[in-house]
């Protein structure tokens, strides 16, 4: 269903200007994707190999669940971050040292064994494209508005670009369960990620609080960057529809895995 708005708005394009419609959109959404990769995140200096930290003792742990999962010729990186964040792109995930600083080694594990669940599912491929076809999908509602001149061609278009946002949001949301189903199945103390989850709700409220009451100050406001694309990736940071489930959500249907996974005697 993601696909479906954006070929609605090919079959708009072709409506408003045939050939030369279907040609100009093609155009715009290969020019898109192009810049997209070409601002895809790549390892440099900001970044420090987990192996060449303080914190490598936890590399074994991490070795294990990349066994479980069935991932190879992966990199853990740290970046020097007090804000706890954890991230992956193509086959590396980033872990801010903000994560050790809130969380015992049981729980960053089972960030990472999210993340690895991301790389698994191919998300870090997916996640990129479905935010430059966001892109793409509101280039096309005003190309379309310019070239037809019509009310009516403009509302259909922005209801389109609308429909995809939803379906977007319902996408993301999915790959978020799907990466904890993983993490659930591969960690050795599958509750590690429900607490994970806990004490990260618990920072992001306090902080949140804060912000809100205090003064104007050196702090930054919290953001939570799309998993998969860091924060040096272009991307449109204007949220219609929540791409995140909330952590009561997530933290409800670990819970549930976990007891069915009891019941039926798998673990």
């Not at 200007?17 to 020019?31: D, N, S, T, Y």
């Not at 810049?35 to 303080?54: A, F, N």
């Not at 379906?167 to 509750?191: G, H, M, Q």
């Amino acid at each position: 269903m993601l696909l479906l708005p954006i070929a609605l708005l090919f079959g708009l394009s072709y409506v408003v200007a045939g050939q030369w419609g279907l040609e100009l959109g093609l155009v715009m959404m290969g020019a898109v994707l192009l810049i997209g990769l070409l601002s895809l995140p790549r390892p440099d200096k900001k970044y420090v190999s987990l192996e060449g930290t303080s914190l490598g003792e936890i590399s074994e742990g991490v070795r294990s669940l990349a066994k479980r999962a069935g991932i190879d010729k992966f990199r853990v990186y740290i970046l020097d971050d007090y804000i706890p964040n954890a991230y992956s792109f193509g086959r590396n995930i980033v872990l801010s040292l903000g994560l050790f600083e809130i969380l015992d080694e049981e729980e960053i594990l089972a960030v990472v064994a999210h993340e690895m669940g991301h790389i698994r599912n191919r998300d870090t491929v997916l996640f990129p494209i479905v935010a430059y076809l966001r892109v793409f999908s509101f280039a096309m509602f005003v190309v379309l508005t310019v070239l037809s001149r019509s009310f009516w061609v403009s509302l259909l278009a922005f209801l389109t670009y609308i429909y995809y946002e939803f379906e977007r949001s319902r996408f993301l949301k999915e790959r978020e369960f799907k990466a904890d189903d993983l993490a659930v199945r591969i960690l050795n103390v599958p509750l590690s990620l429900k607490r994970a989850l806990e004490e990260l709700k618990y920072y992001e409220d306090l902080r949140e609080g804060v912000k809100n009451e205090a003064l104007p100050g050196i702090e930054p406001s919290i953001e939570r960057s799309e998993v998969g694309v860091s924060k040096q990736t272009w991307h449109p940071n204007i949220i219609l529809f929540p791409t995140h489930p909330s952590y009561e959500e997530r933290i409800f249907r670990i819970v549930t895995s976990i007891e069915d996974m009891m019941h039926s005697g798998r673990r």
